[in-house]
């Protein structure tokens, strides 16, 4: 069960960006030393962002208010009007952000497949990166997710991370990794996020998905490209102020809380073996890396619509996804016994979808 000082919830598996802030982030939170951080006198945010930079391996680091604007102000610093990126058409930089890039910098998107595992086809990617020609846009910038979220949270492993490196500079471009579960990637592949990162060039990192902080996400790379990307999180409206009352609880979350992932990944593959078990519900177990199941719902008497409803009544939340698919996500602080209460409720729900079909009285809306 999620449970905060306040109240206690369903077992909700809709996203990890579900967790709440730990009793020792309150505590650091209610503790944390202040001061304004666009004159970069906040020393809680510094302490952040020289945390996440000696772990990421990177010259300087950027807190910022979300993943979205951690990519954002990546992405801005890195290219110029009419510049392309390379990346994923899976990727939630292409999908999930309101093409931001485009809108707000007139920098075009220029997609090549994901691969089930999460990866671009790296031959593919090069055949995607522009030859000088006036009629061509410049490309300036290679964009990977790791772990890649719509494959099923794939962990991209580090000899994938240094090829596609070394294909960004050898085209002279640059490699940013959207690396909002770029924690459970090194968890998963028992690296450190540094080793994973090694051949890239910057990246973006949540704090407010499974590491639990409330707010948050920080971005990394050399100094020259931190203090592009300051300019940019400015112009975006993301320079905050005492923002170290909400970095506190960064600080404890990239402290303490991202071995615990691996407890994630362990609960993720017990949903997922449970899951396979059930009648018509799809899902390889053996493909769950980390803490993202996607499954999919494959019966004719009950909709994906439907389940997640009459999941809800169960006391489990999940959303569907588009299709026959639906996700779950696992997180702190749910336990393996939260899964099995959780495939109970998928039982139930399906057994009663049955009776539904057979014209019995139970109808979920
Ligand atoms: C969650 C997520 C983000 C950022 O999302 P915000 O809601 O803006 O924090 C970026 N990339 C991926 C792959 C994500 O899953």
Redesign the pocket.
Known sequence: MTTNSNSITAIDLR?D?VTKPTPAMRQAMFEAEVGDDVYGEDPTVNRLEAMVAELLGKEAALYV???????LVAVLAHCGRGDEIVLGDK???FR??QAGAAALGGISFHTVPNQPDGTLDLAQAAQAIRPDNEHFPITTLLCL?N????CGGRALPVAYMDAAGDLAHEHGIKLHV????LWNAAVALNTSPKRLLQNADTV?V?L??GLSAPVG?VVAGSAEFIRKARRMRKVAGGGMRQAGMIAAAGVVAVSEMIERLADDHANAKVLAQGLSALDGIEVNADEIETNIVYFDLMRDDITPAQLSNALKERGVLLNPSGGTRMRAVTHHPLTEADMHTALDAFKDALANAAQTANGKAYVYG
């Not at 208010?65 to 990519?71: I, K």
């Not at 772990?147 to 719509?150: F, L, V, Y």
Request: charged share 20%.
């Open positions: 996203s960006t208010s979300s993943g979205t604007q951690g990519n990727a939630h930089i999930s952000e997710e772990t890649q979220n719509s959207d690396g909002a579960r973006s949540c407010s998905k996400s």
